[in-house]
Every structure is written in C-alpha cells, then in structure tokens.
C-alpha cells in the first residue's frame, strides 16, 4: 500500500510539471505575439531586428511616408535591390522609385566624415551595394538610407530590409524597374478590415529589419485600406557624371520634388509627372550662344551639359545686346524645362528656332 501511495505521488507531480511547462509555453507563445505587435517582430534567415536605439537615422510616420526598402543577400546581407516606396497618405497614391543597387555615389565632406568616423576604410565615392562591407548588419542600412538621403535630396522616413527571396515575393522587375507583383496586389486590394491588414503585416515584419517598430506602421492601415492600388507609378533613378562626382541629375531631382508634392489622386497608368516636369531635353539637339563678354563661357556649358547627358550640336557668340538673365528658347511647350537648374533664373520662351535646333540657350552676365 505504501508502495502505490508513493506511485500515485509521483504521478500527481509529473503531472503538475508537465501541466507547469504547458502553462508555461503558452504564457511564453503569447507574450511573444504581444511583444511582436508592440515592438516590431522577428526576423528570418541572417536579418536581425532593429530599432531606432542607434541613434543613426530615426524614423518617423509622415504624411508623405518614404520607405527605403532593401532586397539583401542571403549570405552575405549585401545590398542587392532599392526601391523607394512613396506613399501620399492624403492623396493614397503609391509611387515606386527603382535606384539600382550598381549606383555611384559621391558622398559630401559632411556626409563623408560621419561615415569615415564609423568605418575610416569608406571610401568618399561609393557603390550602394558595398555599403554592407563596411558595416555590420544591425546598421548598414541605417547608413545606406543616410546616403540615399543625400543621393535623392529626400527625408526617408523609414527603411525595411528583406532577404531578396522574400523581397521578391513582394516586387517584380521589369524594364529595370520594380512593381508589385500582381498577386500582392489583388492581396492588398482584398482586405477591406483593419484586422486583415494588421495580421498580413505582422507576417510581414516576421521577415522584416526596419527602424519603424510594428506598433508606428500600423497607424498608416487605415491609410493603406484605401490606397490608390489601380495606379502605382514606377519610376527609375541613375547617378550621372557631374562637376567631378556622380549625383542624380536636376532633371530626376525635379522629378522626385514633384512626386513628393503632387496633390491629385492618379487616375491613370499615365505618367503624371511628365506635365509637371517637362519634356526632356537629352534626345533634343542645342545650341549654346555666349550673350556676356566673358571669354569661353559657351564652351564651358557646353562640357558641363555633354557631361550631364545632353547633346550640344554647336556654340558661338550671341551678335545681340549683352544679356543679364540666360534665354533658354524652345520650339516647343514644355521642352528645356529640365534645364532649369543649371541656370540662375533663366528666361524660357516658345519660337522658332534657327539652324534646325530644338532648343537655343542664350547665356546670361548671371551665368558667367
């Protein structure tokens, strides 16, 4: 008897245990699902989560919400896709700006020494890819968004980094630019409650690294609820050769402001932004005009603009009076309005050019 005491005993205290280790698991499970919606979540594969505790870039939930978002290696955590998401939370448009990953850019002296005060072996001239080489993981792409920052002349808002294998369960290329794929989209479209888009988008930040915590994202799904998903504009950026560093052109810098700041709701696949911006002027052919009395100063843009991508077919002396303001003359509306930027104030007007010219610039005293 006193032997199936002692059995009954120890059965009723396994039993316990086992019954402890249960409640345990399940208090641990929902702590952890609590935690993840409070705090941002787990991440797969090599990322690790992140949080704006570096102090490096801090993120925000803006009206205009930029989101850098970083396809990486599986392996190495190198960067192998950029897309900049614009997300307008008055208009609910969605903009998707593709920078490949091959890009070059020249940080400035500022920029440069906040790097090199981090990895002293950054080199001034960078590729966006290599970033990962110079600092570890929990970072990078802290620092990669303070280098597009500069590179784009924007306030990125946010980043998120996926291993590329997930990034591409989200976005496809094409024409060397990325787009939501078609199936996330129609995903997207169907969720017409808060709770459907909150738990997509807490699978979504179980592979994600961001410095935006799950808890500030999802102030932005009743925004995203409504988001203009029939018009997603696509965009590509590329460096150019200018003034002895590689930048973006003022004709992409013109391009991203506009995005930034457009007030209607697209309605059409069309790109908007081309009536905003202008008619590109690099496939036109232009003529330069010195209109000062400064010596080699039409010889002088002319390097500059061939060096920014435009064709110069000719220069020469302007026989008019001396001009103050540089007269950017177009055959056409809306043509030369990227060349803006590379003059103080110029004057643009419609007429008829001679020599068979799409646009003739007429410099400036501002200019010289």
């Known amino acids: 008897m006193q032997g199936q005491k002692i059995v009954r005993k120890t059965v009723s205290i396994l039993f316990k245990v086992v019954l402890y280790l249960c409640l345990f698991f399940v208090v641990g499970y929902i702590s952890y699902r609590v935690t993840l919606l409070v705090n941002g979540g787990k991440n797969s594969g090599s990322l690790h989560q992140n949080s704006t505790e570096s102090g490096i870039v801090a993120a925000r939930t803006d009206t205009v919400a930029l989101n850098a978002i970083f396809g990486v290696d599986e392996n190495t955590a190198q960067v192998e ?27 400035s002296q500022e920029l440069y020494a906040k790097m090199a005060k981090a990895n002293p072996n950054i080199p001034q001239i960078i590729t966006l890819s290599d970033i990962g080489k110079y600092f570890e993981q929990e970072v990078a792409y802290e620092y990669a968004t303070l280098v597009l920052n500069e590179f784009l002349n924007t306030d990125i808002s946010f980043y998120s980094a996926l291993l590329k294998k997930n990034f591409d369960q989200y976005f496809v290329e094409s024409s060397d630019m990325y787009t939501f794929r078609n199936d996330v989209v129609a995903q997207l479209k169907s969720y017409t409650e808060s709770s459907q888009y909150l738990e997509a988008m807490i699978k979504y930040y179980e592979q994600v690294q961001s410095n935006l915590k799950l808890a500030q994202r999802k102030t932005y799904i009743p925004n995203y609820l409504n988001a203009n998903y029939d018009y997603i504009h696509t965009y590509l950026v590329k460096e150019e050769y200018t003034d002895g560093g590689y930048k973006l052109s003022s004709e992409q810098q013109n391009l991203l402001q506009s995005i930034m700041s457009y007030e209607d709701t697209y309605t059409s696949d069309k790109d908007v932004m081309s009536e905003t911006l202008g008619q590109g002027s690099k496939e036109a052919s232009i003529q330069i005009l010195n209109g000062t009395n400064v010596s080699g100063l039409a010889a002088k843009y002319k390097t500059r603009l061939e060096e ?41 007007e419609t007429e008829t050019i001679e020599g068979g010219y799409d646009i003739l610039i007429i410099l400036g005293n501002k200019d010289a």
């Not at 998401?85 to 448009?93: A, C, D, I, P, Q």
């Not at 001396?322 to 643009?348: C, R």
């Open 81 to 107: 896709s950029i897309v900049l998401e614009v997300f307008n939370t008055n208009t609910k448009n969605i903009d998707l700006i593709t920078v490949p990953a091959s890009t070059k850019v020249t940080m």
């Open 308 to 348: 920014a991508g435009y064709t110069i077919g000719s220069i020469g002396n302007y026989t008019g009076e001396s001009l103050e303001s540089t007269k950017i003359l177009v055959k056409e509306d809306g043509l030369g309005m990227d060349l803006e930027n590379y003059f103080t104030s110029p004057v643009i």
